[in-house]
């Protein structure tokens, strides 16, 4: 099953019991604009490549599209795609003005000079410009991209506009109308959403233990927080070249380090090393998958011992896994919760961007924990009144949102 397809699924099953009709749920399925994009980049050497980047606006109807770019040497359309309709699902939930965007580009980063991404990242958002704008579609970093490119993306586009506008982009360095606490905003979020759920299953948080799937930007602050600000064990953590696994607890600070210096988590001295898919197997309360789309599939669900999983990373559950896990009553925070504390920051900068006036990260902070809580309360909530999971209430939030949009605005005919 392709990942539009998979996504389109835990939808239908919201819009089942929601009763929308199947004209306004085809209108809700299908994306508002695809753009492909082929564009040539000189290369340090004096060559030529031509390589291909996506950007897919998903919906508009409760304001600007929103969404990370990737690069990734196997991205595609079908894929940006099905992130660009999660973003709208992820900003509606969180009551956010916005809509939903994503975008891409076929390229392994790592082939490349820093001059060569550069000309890549400028050559790239000069083509996709004609859909991006601060009141039309705001991009954001995701698998691969980093605020640095943020920053040449934002330059970009003020060049061609002929003045420098902030709020074109989020995810920018800090010192460069980038927000305080968007880096860690993500696995803030998934922290707040574990709290949450233990405290809804009455589980200690100061005497749980958890394990985490990949160990970047997500992985290592959701790690980070639950462990210094909710008191958990973080017992294994995996990257994409192994495991590491420590029953007494790891030392989440120095295994970032370690993971700064030499790449990898597996050689860290404070634990002792496992196969990087063993964290699903794992006697854990919380088990948080940070690293790829379908890590948890009907192969590997059975064996999960985790009473709680906050979807770290979008779409790392199958539809089939996914029942699984709903017969055998784990609880599963959805992607479109787990992961939206970062969106979340991302509409803190730009507006303060287009305000031209900059927030404290106690105030960031403080209002991220504050949205986070009350959309997970909410999405509780709307579960227990339907009789369904999180994933489908988090669904019949969304749903609702837009669709009101939609019938206020008129604009279906
Ligand atoms: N960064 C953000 O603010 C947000 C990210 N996400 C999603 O979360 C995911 C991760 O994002 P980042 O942490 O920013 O990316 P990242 O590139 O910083 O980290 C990804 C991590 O996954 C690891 N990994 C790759 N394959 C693996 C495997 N087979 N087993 C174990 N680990 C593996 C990599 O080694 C790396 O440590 C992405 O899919 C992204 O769309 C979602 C919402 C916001
Ligand atoms: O920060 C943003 O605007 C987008 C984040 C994103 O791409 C995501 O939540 O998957």
Redesign the pocket.
């Known amino acids: 099953m392709g990942l539009f397809e998979m996504a389109i699924s835990n939808f239908n099953r919201a819009v089942a019991i929601m009763g929308i009709d199947e004209e306004y749920a085809e209108m809700l399925r299908r994306p508002k604009r695809c753009l492909i994009v082929d564009f040539p980049v000189l290369m340090d050497d004096g060559s030529v490549k031509v390589f291909t980047g996506y950007r897919v606006q998903h919906n508009t109807a409760r304001g600007p599209a929103?969404?990370?770019i990737r690069y990734h040497p196997e991205t595609n359309l079908d894929e940006v795609k099905a992130?660009a309709f999660?973003?709208t699902w992820?900003t509606s939930l969180m009551d956010l003005p916005f809509g939903g965007a994503?975008g891409g580009v076929r390229v392994d980063p790592k082939s490349l000079s820093e001059k060569e991404l550069r000309r890549l990242s400028r050559r790239y958002f000069s083509e996709i410009q004609i859909m991006i704008g601060p009141q039309h579609d705001?991009?954001?970093?995701?698998v691969n991209t980093n605020p640095d490119i943020m920053a040449v993306y934002m330059d970009t586009y003020s060049m061609n506009i002929g003045h420098t506008e902030l709020g074109v982009v989020?995810?920018k360095p800090v010192r460069l109308g980038g927000s305080k606490g968007r880096e860690e905003a993500?696995g803030r979020g998934v922290m707040v959403t574990v709290r949450e759920a233990c405290r809804e299953l009455g589980i200690e948080t100061s005497k749980a233990t958890v394990a985490v799937q990949g160990f970047g930007n997500v992985g290592m602050y959701s790690a980070l927080l639950c462990n210094h600000e909710l008191g958990c064990k973080i017992i294994a953590v995996s990257d994409s070249k192994g495991g590491i696994f420590n029953p007494n607890g790891l030392n989440i600070q120095e295994l970032i380090e370690h993971k700064k210096s030499t790449g990898k988590v597996d050689s860290f001295p404070g634990g002792e090393r496992i196969g990087k898919d063993d964290v699903f197997e794992m006697d854990v309360d919380i088990l948080i998958p940070a690293a790829l789309e379908n890590a948890i599939t009907e192969d590997n669900a059975h064996k999960i011992k985790a009473k709680i999983i906050s979807e770290g990373v979008?779409g790392p559950i199958t539809p089939e896994a996914d029942k699984i896990l709903n017969q055998r009553r784990v609880m599963v925070i959805p992607d479109i919760l787990a992961?939206?504390g970062?969106?979340t920051?991302?509409y803190f900068e730009w507006v303060q961007d287009l305000q031209a006036f900059f927030w404290s990260l106690e105030q960031i902070r403080e209002t991220l924990e504050s949205m986070m809580t009350e959309a997970f309360k909410e999405t509780l909530d709307t579960a227990k009144k339907y009789g369904v999971d999180l994933r489908t209430a988090a669904y019949i939030i969304a749903i609702d949102r837009v669709m009101y949009a939609i019938k206020k605005r008129g604009i279906y005919p």
């Open positions: 929103k969404g990370g992130l999660w973003m992820k994503k705001i991009p954001a970093p995701d989020t995810g993500t979008n992961n939206a970062g969106v920051v991302s």
